[in-house]
Structures are given as structure tokens and as C-alpha cells.
């Protein structure tokens, strides 16, 4: 018996030894099966054919050589790219679970309060908790109507603004993006706040400053952050982004106390603090949970809903048959009224084409955010090595003559009768995303976008300056984290006849 004993754990020794053995020698003698990809150089990878270029164009490029899904080596990070709706797909459904991650990047590090935020926490039950919040209280429908005055507030200025300056050019790229922060502002804060504009011009440089920046793609050095200036320059516009939102919270604590607010609308802000104090939550709520949920909806909503207004104007601009019959519906919905409010936008059919074909041509994140799988996964007969980035192109998809007629054409009615939506469940149109991590932020977005086009729509005629005709405008696009126009767009106004702006 002794020796049967012995002998049998010596031969489950030797059996867990072979077992090591021959696992290791598997890892080493069958190689991984990588998606197709450009040649990579040492040290860069691919980086150099990224550097200088319109990433999702060049990728785009780039997937036509090497298929819907590629691999790259950007820097030190390896990435894939996703260019199908069938991929697109596997990742977003099938692997969701797995591919729910984002990078864990310096940039979001620094200006994300280790990222606490919503955008680029870690998959698990603090970002779980974040987004039911934010879904259900802080951007759901309902919330969404209870700003709507302020939306109104808003644009209606922006329309006297623009009357003011009726036949002489002005740039519609500024107005937009400063209505947007404008409104956000005001949704996030509750009442105006004197540091809003200090806070919008930091979170507007903190967004140039990512975009692809090469710091990122070589995550284990220490030094290239130091010598670039790059964490030096992050670090000293989160200092300040903190400082005003720090300053704002405190006297908005104050005021809410005093019975002199006692009336004032709930804003984004208060609704977190009411949350923190007597919400019944699993992991409470930091003041930096705080400041960087209210970063998010600023970075995260209005630099995408900015960018797809900017666009909306310029193909509307670039299309007068559009133009005449989005002005047409408009006028015919509110006749008779003195201004386009928000209870007739539903009515708007047409201009919600709009809309939606701009996201499909010009879609604000064209690669989606990125995404990391946490374990190593097969899609499409290809190995994905766990900690792999992915990036769905969805800009690329929404263009390819495969899935759309006339791709490069802008026709708002190709949505008509169709039940093709961007709600993550038709993959060849992917503007929000889709799976876990699409956009919570659609309902909020879509008032911001619809309301001051219907009311330029509404009360002017509009022109490009110096009687350049709509089809000679350039729409060259320039990568940041959001895809703007190049140029900003300038136009001229001719109030409509029907229009009294004189109060
Ligand atoms: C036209 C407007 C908008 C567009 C095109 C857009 C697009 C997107 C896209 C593509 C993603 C990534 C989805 C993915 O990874 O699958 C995203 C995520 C996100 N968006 Fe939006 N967005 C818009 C407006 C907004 C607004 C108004 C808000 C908030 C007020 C918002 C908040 C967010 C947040 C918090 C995330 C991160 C979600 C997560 O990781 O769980 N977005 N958005």
C-alpha cells in the first residue's frame, strides 16, 4: 500500500510536469494567428503611417489592402481594426462582455480623475453603477425635458445675435460650439455660472491635446510624458478644470442653502449631490466622482453634438434642394408662430433625416472609443491576444458602396421608410456605438441638435460668403477627439420675410 501511495503521487508529480512541459512548448511552437496587417517597423510599428494623417481616412486606406479586420502595431500597443458590420457585430454582441473595457490611458488618467468617469472606467460594478445612474437619473428622457427652457433661452439668443448681424459673414463654427457649451453649462450648473466660460475653454484645449497622442501609444515609458511636456500640460489643465469645478460646487452648496435659491432648477450637478448624500449606492460617491461625471458630459456631449450640427449646417449649406425642403417643413410646422419652441420638434421629419445622415456621413468619434479585450478571444478564425485595442471604424463602414447606395451622397431621404436607427442594433450605422458601452447621452443630444437648426432654418436664408455656390465648399475634416471641419464655416443670413426679430 506504502508504495502504491508514493508511486501514485510520483506519478501525478510527473503528469503535472509533462502537462507544464507540453503547455509550454504549445505556447511556443503554435503561434498566434494575428489578422492580416502592414509590415511593422521597429519601435514604431505603424505609428508612422498614422502621424500626420486623418486616422480614420488613412485606416480606411489601410483596411481596403487588408481587409475588415487588420492588425496594426501602433507604438507599443497592438490594435485592431474593425471595418464590417458583421465584425462589428461580433465585437459589440458576441464579445461585448469582453471587449467591454477601455485602455487605461495617461491622457484619461490625468484628466479623468483615474478614470472615474463614465467614458473610461474600468468594466465592473463603480462603472456599472455610474451609468444605471446617469441613464435613469441624469440623462434620461424626462430629465432631458426639464432643461428644455434653457435650450430655448439659448437658441433664441443665438437667433437675435445672429439678426443683429444679418448680410455680413459669421462664423457658425464658434456660435455652435459656444451654444452647446453654453447649454450644458447651464444643464450641468443649474443657474449661470461666472466660471463657465473659463471651464469650457479648458475642457475645449484638453480635447485638442489627446486626440492621438503618441504618449499613449507607448504606455511603459515614464519619460516620453516628462520630456514631451505632455503630462506636464494634462496635469496643469486638470489643476485648473478642478479648480473651477471645485469652486463651483462650493457655492453652489452655499446658495442651496440660502431660501434664495430655494426655486432654482435642479441642474446635473445638484442631482449628483442629492445622489451622493441620500442615495443608496454600493460604492459612494467621491467629490471627484463628481467633477469627473460633469467633465464627461461636457467632453463626451458637447464636443460630439457640436461637431454634428457644424456638419448638419455645412451639407445642408452645400444641398439648397436639402435646405429648400427642410425650410419648407419647418416654416409649414410652426406657421404663424413668432419662433420655432420645442413643442412642434417632434413634427420635423424631415430635418431628423437630416440629422441622421449627417451622423451616418460625418459620425463625431469615427472610430467609436477604443476598446481592450480583457481575455484573448478568436473572431473570425483570428487570435485577439488579451489587452488588444480595438477600434471599430464605423466612419468607414457608413461609406462603403457594400452596404449603402450612393455612399458619398448626401440624401437625408434614404432614412425615410426605413428601419435603419442608431441605437446599436444595425451595424452598418454605428454613430453612437453599441453594445454595453454605446452612447447613454442620445436622448440628450438630439434636442441640442434638432432645436437651433430648426430655428436657423426657420428665420433666415443662408449663404457661404463672397457668392461662393454651396457645391464649391470644402469639407476636409481634421482628427482630434472629435472629427470637426477643417475650417470653420462661415455664412451669411438673410432674415426670411416672415421673421419679426426687432425684440
Ligand atoms: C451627436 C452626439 C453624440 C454622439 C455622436 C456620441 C457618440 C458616442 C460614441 C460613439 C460613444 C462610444 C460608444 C462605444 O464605445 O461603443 C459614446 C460614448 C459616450 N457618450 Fe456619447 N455621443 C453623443 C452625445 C453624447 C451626450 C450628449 C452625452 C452626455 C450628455 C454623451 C455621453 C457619453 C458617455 C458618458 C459615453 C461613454 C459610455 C460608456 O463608456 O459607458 N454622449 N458617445
Known amino acids: 500500500m506504502e508504495l502504491s501511495a508514493s508511486s501514485a503521487f510520483g506519478f501525478s508529480a510527473f503528469a503535472v510536469f509533462i502537462f507544464f512541459i507540453l503547455s509550454k512548448l504549445r505556447t511556443q511552437t503554435v503561434p498566434l494567428k494575428l489578422p492580416p496587417g502592414p509590415p511593422k517597423l521597429p519601435l514604431l510599428g505603424n505609428l508612422h503611417q498614422l502621424l500626420g494623417t486623418v486616422i480614420h481616412h488613412k485606416l480606411t486606406e489601410l483596411g481596403e489592402t487588408y481587409g475588415p479586420i487588420m492588425h496594426l502595431q501602433i507604438g507599443e500597443v497592438p490594435a485592431v481594426i474593425v471595418s464590417s458590420p458583421e465584425i462589428a457585430k461580433e465585437v459589440t454582441t458576441t464579445h461585448d462582455i469582453n471587449f467591454a473595457r477601455r485602455p487605461l490611458q495617461l491622457s484619461g488618467k490625468i484628466l479623468t480623475y483615474n478614470w472615474t468617469d463614465i467614458a473610461f472606467a474600468p468594466y465592473g460594478t463603480y462603472w456599472r453603477q455610474l451609468r444605471k445612474l446617469c441613464v435613469t437619473e441624469v440623462l434620461s428622457a424626462k430629465r432631458v425635458q426639464t432643461y428644455r427652457s434653457i435650450r430655448e433661452e439659448e437658441v433664441g439668443d443665438l437667433v437675435q445675435e445672429i439678426s443683429a448681424k444679418a448680410g455680413t459673414p459669421v462664423n457658425m463654427s464658434a456660435k455652435i460650439f459656444s451654444l452647446t457649451y453654453g447649454i450644458t453649462a447651464r444643464a450641468a450648473f443649474g443657474t449661470k455660472s461666472k466660471y463657465q466660460e473659463e471651464y469650457i475653454a479648458i475642457v475645449m484645449e484638453s480635447s485638442k491635446a489627446v486626440g492621438l497622442a503618441v504618449c499613449n501609444m507607448y504606455p511603459s515609458s515614464k519619460l516620453l510624458p516628462l520630456i514631451t511636456g505632455f503630462k506636464h500640460k494634462l496635469e496643469k489643465l486638470h ?14 452648496l452655499k446658495t442651496k442653502s440660502s431660501s434664495a435659491s430655494a426655486d432654482a432648477k435642479e441642474g446635473l450637478l445638484d442631482i449628483l449631490l442629492r445622489i451622493q448624500e441620500t442615495g443608496n449606492l454600493e460604492i459612494p460617491l467621491t467629490r471627484d466622482n463628481i467633477k469627473s461625471v460633469i467633465a464627461d458630459v461636457f467632453t463626451a456631449g458637447s464636443e460630439t453634438s457640436s461637431t454634428t450640427v457644424e456638419w448638419a449646417i455645412s451639407e445642408i449649406v452645400k444641398n439648397p434642394r436639402v435646405m429648400k425642403k427642410a425650410q419648407a417643413e419647418v416654416r409649414e410646422v410652426y406657421k404663424g408662430k413668432e419662433s420655432v419652441d420645442e413643442e412642434r420638434l417632434d413634427q420635423l421629419k424631415y430635418l431628423k433625416l437630416i440629422i441622421k445622415e449627417t451622423l451616418r456621413l460625418h459620425p463625431s468619434l469615427p472610430l467609436l472609443l477604443q476598446r481592450e479585450n480583457a481575455s484573448q478571444c478568436v473572431i473570425k478564425g483570428y487570435d485577439i491576444p488579451a489587452g488588444t485595442r480595438v477600434m471599430i471604424n464605423v466612419w468607414a463602414i457608413a461609406r462603403n458602396p457594400k452596404y449603402w447606395k450612393e455612399p458619398e ?4 431621404e434614404r432614412f425615410a421608410d426605413s428601419p435603419l436607427d442608431y441605437i446599436g442594433t444595425n451595424f452598418e450605422y454605428l454613430p453612437f456605438g453599441a453594445g454595453r458601452r454605446i452612447c447613454p447621452g442620445i436622448d440628450y443630444a438630439m434636442p441640442n441638435m434638432l432645436l437651433p437648426l430648426a430655428q436657423l432654418l426657420y428665420h433666415f436664408d443662408w449663404e457661404l460668403p463672397g457668392g461662393v455656390r454651396g ?14 471641419r477643417k475650417d470653420d464655416l462661415y455664412l451669411v443670413f438673410k432674415p426670411h420675410k416672415h421673421t419679426n426679430l426687432s425684440n
Open 471 to 484: 457645391e464649391d465648399l470644402d469639407m476636409s475634416e481634421s482628427f482630434g477627439v472629435t472629427v470637426r
Open 239 to 252: 489643476r485648473e478644470a478642478d479648480k473651477i469645478l471645485e469652486n463651483i460646487i462650493v457655492s453652489h
Open 409 to 412: 451622397k448626401f440624401v437625408p
